[in-house]
């Protein structure tokens, strides 16, 4: 018998409205946004639920993303829904660590609201990303690395999509010479930093401080680390990872990867919209990837999984 896997989208697929349903119907997802907002003291509902310019800002974004993570994982595991494993894409990696228990919730919203601040602050002009598709990502890594700069690759998502991060200036002269790693389009993203590089290392190092003081517990089920794509099955190395998360590369595709060689054939993508289940089609089309944004997904997933 096959595994399932929880997984947990990133930044960028916030929308105003999201996860409504579910706190209308639902006790346990009303807890986790009331715990959200008091944990980060922000009016966490109204930034999720309501018209709000600064949903699209990286330290609001975070923390209203995590919380209705949480708010419908939580309702799915009410509901009977399990997984064997779980991983998580960039800030979703949080996602998993709800999914495994590895912090207390009060300071897994804490520490996000500071992440996204510390993020924010970090390199708040002159930075970018951009989506490379179709290209040879060993020979855009030749190309950054000949440029000069600081530009890197920042997601290896599946094949034929990574995303580059740095400088703009830097990242724009990659973007121009993608035709030479066979690339078919590259598109700049709509985001307010250079995410996963070099220009983020403090940002990460000030995170390790925020994280030195919260205590750990093991995880009741492995997740997958964004930094070596490798399982984490204990407490131990889980703050220095989510420190180095912040400039390292997200390895996305390799993540998934492990997880189908392990036995993995049915992925679950809880959180807004369907990113993740996109690049699982191009990873490997013969796994199964459901998602839960709604509770009408919530339903027909719990009909598929026989709960």
Same mark, same amino acid.
């Given at each position: 018998m096959g595994k399932t896997a929880f997984v947990f989208p990133g930044?960028?697929?916030?929308?105003?409205?999201?996860?409504?349903?579910?706190?209308?119907?639902?006790a346990e997802a009303r807890q986790i946004y009331e715990l959200a907002g008091t944990s980060a003291g922000l009016d966490v509902k109204t930034l999720c639920f309501e018209e709000d310019d600064r949903l699209n800002i990286t330290e609001y974004t975070?923390?209203?993303? !995590?919380?209705? $993570? &949480?708010?419908?994982?939580?309702?799915?595991?009410?509901h009977g829904i399990r997984a064997d494993v779980c991983a998580g894409l960039s800030l979703g990696e949080y996602g998993a660590l709800a999914a495994a228990g590895?912090?207390?919730?009060?300071?897994?919203f804490r520490i996000v609201r500071k992440r996204g601040i510390l993020m924010q602050e970090a390199y708040p002009s002159g930075g970018a990303m951009?989506?490379?598709?179709?290209?040879?990502?060993?020979?855009i890594q030749e190309i950054c690395e000949e440029t000069e700069g600081i530009v890197s690759i920042a997601n290896y998502n599946c094949p034929g999509q990574i995303v580059i991060t740095g400088e703009k200036k830097a990242v724009d002269q990659v973007a121009e010479r993608g035709?030479?790693?066979?690339?078919?389009?590259?598109?700049?993203?709509?985001?307010?930093?250079?995410?996963?590089?070099? !220009?983020?290392? $403090? &940002?990460?190092?000030?995170?390790?401080?925020?994280?030195?003081?919260?205590?750990?517990?093991?995880?009741?089920?492995?997740?997958?680390?964004?930094?070596?794509a490798e399982y984490v099955t204990d407490a131990g190395p889980v703050k220095e990872l989510l420190a180095k998360q912040v400039s390292s590369p997200v390895r996305w595709q390799q993540s998934v990867e492990l997880m189908i060689r392990d036995g993995v054939d049915t992925f679950i993508e809880i959180g807004p919209g369907k990113t993740l289940t996109g690049f699982l089609r191009k990873i490997d089309k013969d796994v199964k990837g459901l998602n839960i944004e709604t509770v009408e997904d919530l339903k027909r997933v719990m009909e598929e999984v026989k709960c």
């Open positions: 930044q960028g697929a916030q929308y105003p409205g999201m996860g409504k349903d579910f706190f209308d119907q639902f975070q923390i209203a993303m !995590l919380a209705t $993570e &949480a708010a419908i994982l939580k309702t799915a595991m009410a590895v912090m207390a919730p009060v300071d897994y951009t989506a490379v598709l179709g290209a040879d990502a060993r020979k035709k030479e790693a066979d690339a078919k389009k590259c598109v700049p993203l709509k985001v307010s930093g250079p995410f996963h590089s070099a !220009l983020l290392r $403090e &940002a990460g190092e000030q995170l390790g401080k925020e994280l030195a003081g919260v205590n750990l517990k093991d995880p009741s089920i492995p997740y997958v680390s964004n930094v070596t």
